[in-house]
Nanobody
Framework: QVQLVESGGGLVQAGGSLRLSCAAS????????MGWFRQAPGKERDFVAA????????YYAGSVKGRFTISRDNAKNTLYLQMNSLKPDDTAVYYC????????????????WGQGTQVTVSS
């Protein structure tokens, strides 16, 4: 079993930045691929970004490419999402996930999830 805890969410003005963190415990963190997903009120859970177990491969949704950066520090068992140039449309609950996905873009491919952290971007 893997436990994931997100932090770093909050209220930020449009154009600002936030860094989300996801602390992992339990079974070996470095053996899992990791992803970030988000869910806005009344909408489905959307893929945001993913990273391979080694950190050598990253993937981004088109809506965040060039603004967000996913990274991981396996020595600290921590996943990060650096979010720059934030827009009101980025407002959502952000979830981190871990697993061995065959397709990084689909939430059902991940076996472990955090509780989520709220990100609100005001205009």
């Amino acid at each position: 079993q893997v436990q994931l805890v997100e932090s770093g969410g909050g209220l930020v003005q449009a154009g600002g930045s936030l860094r989300l963190s996801c602390a992992a415990s339990g079974r070996t963190f470095s053996s899992y691929a990791m992803g970030w997903f988000r869910q806005a009120p009344g909408k489905e859970r959307d893929f945001v970004a993913a990273i391979s177990w080694s950190g050598s491969n990253t993937y981004y949704a088109g809506s965040v490419k060039g603004r967000f950066t996913i990274s991981r520090d396996n020595a600290k068992n921590t996943l990060y999402l650096q979010m720059n140039s934030l827009k009101p449309d980025d407002t959502a609950v952000y979830y981190c996930a871990a697993g061995s996905p065959r397709d990084y873009l689909h939430d059902y491919e991940y076996g472990y999830w955090g509780q989520g952290t709220q990100v609100t971007v005001s205009s």
